[in-house]
């Protein structure tokens, strides 16, 4: 179910997302490789509906969080929170961990000066193509590793929030690959 959502080629930047569920699909997604990382905290707090792309956003976080998970040694004793809040006008995605701090080249990536980018940094800077085409922004913290993701909230969704769903635990999944090349 949340390959399909993140692979939905139909979805426009003009239907309501649930962004609670494209970062379930995120997580669940990339939740194999994150698991052999750090422990995973959740924290969302009620978020109301924006206008978007379900897919890419789902996409989006599954890459910032691959992405940043790369960066913590394989030893599962890091922690990587993921939190989500609304104020009046903004939805607020947090991807924090107890790394190290963003590296340059990944910071002027994701604010838009990567003109001379390595390979991870490309991918940050695709991340920073479908944050900005969502009429988002993207704040990094100094010296933190620290990510925050701003969105605006649709009209509609201010006057009908969505209620709070129950928390879900990341399941691990399984993936089988065989290469008949042998």
């Known amino acids: 179910r949340d390959l399909k959502l993140m692979s939905n080629p ?31 905290e959740r924290h969302f707090e009620q978020l109301p509906r924006m206008q978007g792309d379900p897919s890419q956003l789902s996409l989006l976080f599954a890459r910032l969080l691959l ?15 993921v939190a989500a809040r609304s104020t009046e006008t903004e939805v607020v995605v947090e991807i924090s961990d107890d790394g190290p701090a963003y590296a340059e080249s990944d910071r002027q990536a994701l604010m838009g000066d990567a003109l001379f980018a390595m390979r991870p940094s490309l991918a940050l800077s695709a991340c920073r193509s479908v944050v900005v085409a969502h009429q988002g922004r993207v704040r990094l913290p100094a ?16 006057s009908r ?16 690959v065989v290469d008949d090349d042998l």
Do not use: M, Y
């Open 143 to 158: 010296d933190q590793a620290v990510l925050q993701v701003c969105f605006p909230i649709s009209q509609q969704a201010i």
């Open 10 to 40: 139909a979805a426009t930047h003009g239907e309501e997302v649930d962004l609670q569920r494209s970062l379930d699909a995120a997580l669940n997604t990339a939740g194999g490789i994150l698991r052999d990382r750090a422990r995973i």
């Open 67 to 81: 992405l940043r998970a790369a960066k913590l040694p394989a030893n599962r004793q890091h922690v990587l929170r």
């Open 161 to 176: 929030p969505r209620p709070v769903a129950a928390p879900r635990s990341v399941r691990p999944g399984r993936i089988l």
